[in-house]
């Protein structure tokens, strides 16, 4: 047993900068106390903010779909409550920056919206749908999705939010090309209806009331060739300048989209007059304007005129240089907000919502400074962790601390008058429940299948993230008003580097394992090893391993006992696994006994600097695949793209991978490599591999065989690269259906035959798609090999071509390997060992 000692270090550090009102006012990230809203500029924008009773919510299919300049001039120019309802959270999309795919990929691009929405002020919301993939059509994507649950999240966000306008970026006529996205539209007209009818999904009745917008916009938009705006359509401009952020909606959208690092979308900023264009789907025509006809300050409702002359006073009063001199401004919004009268729906709404911010905003206008923070980033149930809570008054405002309340216990009173700038600390012990939660994100917690996540609680639906991490609750008096505010404990430290470090407090199970391979690939009855990692989260562990394997496979541990004595140290146990000729695949499920009591969770971690450290739990588990695998060849020379896993599954099979950099490409004798890959989007994010075009050409001249994985070629990504010896064009041509049928163009090319014979049940098993970027406009000198075509459409040539130059052969493929092998699928196995085995002339 080998003991040995993992430091995991935060990734994310809080920039204090200002950042919208908005933000600060609706979402309390689990991961910060605070984001700066003490700045003038900000406490002002939130007073003015309160005179507005409108909101608008912004729909479309995808993390990165949404108009974030139009959002940032909604959200800060007219203060509007605005939102973003993305029906998906991305997890079928690609990765530029690393190797996660599906459910971490999808738990990565939340966050990059989340930190989008923190720089543009708007706030977000999800649906439960997954995303499987690119999609051709939205009859494709209702065959996947179930149409009806996916409406019923629409219909509930509307409902809960309350939006006066609905915005769609896509058309219901197609012309956003992914079937997700026209989707999206048509579900947005339907929910438009539906959301005000008592009798669509009354389930929903129990914890909200209908709502009926007023008006259903498309924002048309000019994409490459497709131009669907119109100068007849409503025109506004987005363009301007704010003073209190002291910059335009042109920058502020720039980093706010330029938050989607995962899918390359950094953006310039740009400055001066911005038209955006608008159609009216659904809603009172006759009134002009994008939000005519609709009243959205506190006119809309009788009785309110002493509280809109009371907040017109609080902006006529700030003083930029003492925010604290509008505390009684404020209190006094305060306590008019209360005595509202609680009959029509509508205001009420409006008065909690206007509470809320009034209340963040005496709390940054007094200077209060409120945190907590743990000892450790993680703890286990029933265990007991140390506290540290720290307050400050940075204002010579009256206030006082009356009371502190820990989670899971009971509240605790203080009495204490808070001196100016004097910094108060305040130790606890809190002991964590036995039954607590773990802090994996909700909507991960149960397995699911490819159309949606499994969320059962309505309450929980379309929220963005978890909102019950433990948190401290601070009492306080301003003036002689109590108010009472909540900080999620937090693990703060520094980085010699990065300086002040916050990430989430975790909770979690007393040991996690990690498996050393997703897929484990026995192409013979040769042992294969498989490493389990067992990490403790708490002191003194002791148990055993219990392993679980699928038919005809014969598993042999060299010991099963553990023990660990230290938190955050782990034990390390070796399997000897054979597959038999009976061997059937399936999953080898791994977990620890200890106590009479098993445990099974893997832990994958997400780690950027430019979202918030992530993590969820999954079953600790390998796919076994008995493999009928032959192959030629050993030496395999990979040069890295955007992220995959193929060197590792080509590992998996007994080949030896070596990594190709670009000294080593222009240096190197790559003579001695049996095969070269390139991995996906290689020549995208690589800009000098396409200098290195003559050598690799020389390379296939002289023997050797080079495959390209697929890249994009697009109006914002070109491909200026000149791949082959022969000319073809990266077109965007792709087959969606996993399953889509394949033909065989010539059933005698060595591909098909040498060393492994290629049938129809070579593409059994496939995942999400076939393959992508095809290539198109094909030189005669290159051999097409398969045929296929999603329903109702052309056959598509160029997944797979090769050239045979010189001596050797060289490779395009658009076929998904990236997606593949990592799934464990056989034939992909049995395929891209015949391309790596093409022989020489």
Same mark, same amino acid.
């Given at each position: 047993?080998?003991?040995?000692?993992?430091?995991?270090?935060?990734?994310?550090?809080?920039?204090?900068?200002?950042?919208?009102?908005?933000?600060?006012?609706?979402?309390?990230?689990?991961?910060?106390?605070?984001?700066?809203?003490?700045?003038?500029?900000?406490?002002?924008?939130?007073?003015?903010?309160?005179?507005?009773?409108?909101?608008?919510?912004?729909?479309?299919?995808?993390?990165?779909?949404?108009?974030?300049?139009?959002?940032?001039?909604?959200?800060?120019?007219?203060?509007?409550?605005?939102?973003?309802?993305?029906?998906?959270?991305?997890?079928?999309?690609?990765?530029?920056?690393?190797?996660?795919?599906?459910?971490?990929?999808?738990?990565?691009?939340?966050?990059?919206?989340?930190?989008?929405?923190? !720089?543009?002020?708007?706030?977000?919301?999800?649906?439960?749908?997954?995303?499987?993939?690119?999609?051709?059509?939205?009859?494709?994507?209702?065959?996947?999705?179930?149409?009806?649950?996916?409406? #019923?999240?629409?219909?509930?966000?509307?409902?809960?939010?309350?939006?006066?306008?609905?915005?769609?970026?896509?058309?219901?006529?197609?012309?956003?090309?992914?079937?997700?996205?026209?989707?999206?539209?048509?579900?947005?007209?339907?929910?438009?209806?539906?959301?005000?009818?008592?009798?669509?999904?009354?389930? %929903?009745?129990?914890?909200?009331?209908?709502?009926?917008?007023?008006?259903?916009?498309?924002?048309?938009?000019?994409?490459?060739?497709?131009?669907?705006?119109?100068?007849?359509?409503?025109?506004?401009? !987005?363009?301007?300048?704010?003073?209190?952020?002291?910059?335009?909606?042109?920058?502020?959208?720039?980093?706010?989209?330029?938050?989607?690092?995962?899918?390359?979308?950094?953006?310039?900023?740009?400055?001066?007059?911005?038209?955006?264009?608008?159609?009216?789907?659904?809603?009172?025509?006759?009134?002009?304007?994008?939000?005519?006809?609709?009243?959205?300050?506190?006119?809309?409702?009788?009785?309110?005129?002493?509280?809109?002359? #009371?907040?017109?006073?609080?902006?006529?009063?700030?003083?930029?240089? @003492?925010?604290?001199?509008?505390?009684?401004?404020?209190?006094?919004?305060?306590?008019?907000?209360?005595?509202?009268?609680?009959?029509?729906?509508?205001?009420?709404?409006?008065?909690?919502?206007?509470?809320?911010?009034?209340?963040?905003?005496?709390?940054?206008?007094?200077?209060?400074?409120?945190?907590?923070?743990?000892?450790?980033?993680?703890?286990?149930?029933?265990?007991?962790?140390?506290?540290?809570?720290?307050?400050?008054?940075?204002?010579? =405002?009256?206030?006082?601390?009356?009371?502190?309340?820990?989670?899971?216990?009971?509240?605790?009173?203080?009495?204490?008058?808070?001196?100016?700038?004097?910094?108060?600390?305040?130790? @606890?012990?809190?002991?964590?429940?036995?039954?607590?939660?773990?802090?994996?994100?909700?909507?991960?917690?149960?397995?699911?299948?490819? #159309?949606?996540?499994?969320?059962?609680?309505?309450?929980?639906?379309?929220?963005?993230?978890?909102?019950?991490?433990?948190?401290?609750?601070?009492?306080?008096?301003?003036?002689?008003?109590?108010?009472?505010?909540?900080?999620?404990?937090?693990?703060?430290?520094?980085?010699?580097?990065?300086?002040?470090?916050?990430?989430?407090?975790?909770?979690?199970?007393?040991?996690?394992?990690?498996?050393?391979?997703?897929?484990?690939?026995?192409?013979?009855?040769?042992?294969?090893?498989?490493?389990?990692?067992?990490?403790? @989260?708490?002191?003194?562990?002791?148990?055993?391993?219990?392993?679980? #394997?699928?038919?005809?496979?014969?598993?042999?541990?060299?010991?099963?006992?553990?023990?660990?004595?230290?938190?955050?140290?782990?034990?390390?146990?070796?399997?000897?696994?054979?597959?038999?000729?009976?061997? *059937?695949?399936?999953?080898?499920?791994?977990?620890?006994?200890?106590?009479?009591?098993?445990?099974?969770?893997?832990?994958?971690?997400?780690?950027?600097?430019?979202?918030?450290?992530?993590?969820?739990?999954?079953?600790?588990?390998?796919?076994?695949?008995?493999?009928?695998?032959?192959?030629?060849?050993?030496?395999?020379?990979?040069?890295?793209?955007?992220?995959?896993?193929?060197?590792?599954? +080509?590992?998996?099979?007994?080949?030896?991978?070596?990594?190709?950099?670009?000294?080593?490409?222009?240096? =190197?004798?790559?003579?001695?490599?049996?095969?070269?890959?390139?991995?996906?989007?290689?020549?995208?994010?690589?800009? %000098?591999? =396409?200098?290195?075009?003559?050598? +690799?050409?020389?390379?296939?001249?002289?023997?050797?065989?080079?495959?390209?994985?697929?890249?994009?070629?697009?109006?914002?990504?070109?491909?200026?690269?000149?791949?082959?010896?022969?000319?073809?064009?990266?077109?965007?041509?792709?087959?969606?259906?996993?399953?889509?049928?394949?033909?065989?163009?010539?059933?005698?090319?060595?591909?098909?035959?040498?060393?492994?014979?290629?049938?129809?049940?070579?593409?059994?098993?496939?995942?999400?798609?076939?393959?992508?970027?095809?290539?198109?406009?094909?030189?005669?000198?290159?051999?097409?090999?398969?045929?296929?075509?999603?329903?109702?459409?052309?056959?598509?040539?160029?997944?797979?071509?090769?050239?045979?130059?010189? *001596?050797?052969?060289?490779?395009?493929?658009?076929?998904?390997?990236?997606?593949?092998?990592?799934?464990?699928?056989?034939?992909?196995?049995?395929?891209?060992?015949?391309?790596?085995?093409?022989?020489?002339?």
């Amino acid at each position: 047993m080998l003991l040995t000692k993992r430091f995991y270090r935060s990734l994310y550090v809080v920039s204090y900068f200002f950042l919208p009102a908005l933000l600060f006012l609706f979402r309390v990230p689990v991961w910060a106390q605070e984001q700066n809203p003490y700045r003038p500029g900000a406490i002002l924008s939130g007073i003015e903010k309160l005179k507005v009773t409108g909101s608008v919510l912004y729909i479309a299919a995808h993390p990165d779909d949404e108009n974030t300049r139009l959002l940032a001039y909604l959200a800060n120019e007219l203060k509007l409550r605005t939102g973003y309802l993305s029906l998906t959270r991305g997890d079928g999309g690609q990765n530029l920056i690393g190797t996660e795919q599906g459910d971490a990929l999808g738990l990565l691009r939340t966050q990059e919206l989340l930190a989008a929405r923190s !720089v543009d002020g708007a706030a977000q919301f999800f649906t439960r749908a997954n995303d499987f993939g690119f999609s051709k059509n939205p009859e494709e994507t209702f065959n996947i999705w179930d149409k009806q649950l996916v409406l #019923a999240d629409v219909v509930w966000a509307i409902r809960r939010f309350r939006p006066d306008v609905l915005i769609t970026r896509f058309p219901t006529t197609g012309e956003g090309g992914h079937g997700h996205h026209t989707a999206s539209a048509i579900l947005a007209s339907e929910a438009f209806d539906a959301a005000g009818d008592p009798k669509r999904f009354p389930e %929903q009745l129990k914890y909200v009331g209908v709502w009926q917008p007023k008006k259903l916009y498309w924002n048309t938009f000019k994409f490459g060739s497709v131009n669907t705006t119109a100068e007849n359509q409503l025109k506004l401009d !987005v363009g301007g300048f704010n003073p209190l952020l002291g910059k335009g909606y042109g920058e502020l959208s720039a980093e706010s989209r330029s938050k989607h690092k995962s899918q390359g979308f950094g953006t310039a900023k740009s400055r001066g007059a911005q038209l955006e264009y608008f159609k009216l789907i659904k809603g009172d025509s006759s009134k002009v304007g994008l939000f005519g006809g609709i009243v959205q300050d506190w006119s809309r409702f009788p009785g309110t005129s002493e509280l809109a002359s #009371a907040i017109d006073r609080a902006i006529q009063n700030f003083q930029t240089k @003492h925010p604290a001199q509008s505390l009684p401004d404020l209190l006094r919004i305060y306590n008019s907000l209360k005595a509202l009268p609680g009959t029509d729906p509508s205001l009420q709404y409006y008065r909690k919502l206007k509470l809320k911010e009034t209340k963040n905003l005496l709390f940054a206008a007094a200077g209060l400074w409120l945190e907590a923070t743990s000892a450790q980033y993680s703890c286990v149930p029933g265990e007991k962790m140390n506290i540290k809570v720290q307050v400050l008054a940075q204002s010579n =405002a009256k206030v006082q601390l009356v009371g502190i309340s820990y989670p899971y216990q009971e509240d605790s009173n203080v009495l204490l008058p808070l001196k100016q700038e004097q910094l108060y600390s305040f130790e @606890h012990e809190m002991k964590i429940p036995e039954d607590a939660r773990y802090s994996d994100p909700y909507w991960l917690r149960s397995p699911h299948p490819i #159309a949606n996540y499994i969320v059962n609680q309505q309450e929980l639906i379309g929220q963005a993230e978890n909102e019950d991490a433990p948190a401290v609750r601070f009492k306080v008096l301003i003036g002689k008003q109590a108010f009472s505010v909540s900080r999620p404990i937090v693990y703060k430290s520094v980085d010699p580097v990065k300086g002040e470090v916050y990430r989430p407090f975790e909770i979690l199970p007393p040991v996690t394992l990690h498996l050393s391979d997703k897929v484990l690939v026995a192409g013979d009855t040769a042992p294969r090893q498989l490493q389990v990692e067992i990490q403790a @989260h708490s002191d003194s562990q002791k148990g055993k391993l219990v392993i679980t #394997a699928p038919s005809g496979w014969k598993v042999q541990a060299v010991q099963e006992n553990f023990m660990i004595p230290k938190a955050g140290q782990e034990a390390s146990i070796l399997l000897r696994i054979t597959g038999t000729a009976s061997a *059937k695949d399936g999953l080898l499920k791994a977990e620890v006994e200890i106590d009479g009591k098993r445990y099974g969770k893997s832990i994958q971690r997400i780690s950027y600097d430019h979202v918030p450290y992530q993590f969820f739990l999954q079953e600790a588990s390998t796919k076994l695949v008995k493999l009928d695998l032959k192959k030629r060849g050993n030496n395999i020379g990979y040069i890295p793209g955007a992220g995959d896993e193929v060197a590792a599954s +080509l590992q998996q099979i007994g080949y030896k991978v070596t990594t190709l950099t670009n000294e080593q490409l222009a240096q =190197a004798d790559l003579s001695k490599f049996d095969a070269i890959v390139a991995g996906v989007r290689a020549y995208n994010v690589n800009e %000098q591999l =396409a200098s290195y075009k003559v050598r +690799l050409m020389q390379y296939v001249e002289q023997g050797g065989n080079y495959i390209v994985q697929y890249n994009t070629n697009s109006r914002l990504g070109p491909l200026k690269a000149k791949l082959g010896p022969w000319p073809f064009t990266v077109s965007s041509k792709r087959v969606t259906d996993e399953n889509a049928t394949v033909s065989f163009l010539d059933p005698d090319a060595a591909v098909l035959n040498q060393p492994n014979r290629i049938t129809a049940k070579d593409f059994d098993a496939w995942v999400q798609e076939r393959g992508t970027y095809f290539a198109s406009n094909i030189d005669p000198r290159y051999e097409k090999v398969f045929s296929m075509h999603d329903k109702n459409e052309a056959p598509e040539e160029g997944s797979l071509i090769i050239g045979k130059y010189g *001596k050797g052969n060289f490779v395009y493929t658009g076929l998904v390997f990236f997606r593949e092998l990592p799934a464990g699928v056989p034939g992909a196995y049995r395929l891209f060992a015949n391309i790596l085995s093409l022989k020489k002339r």
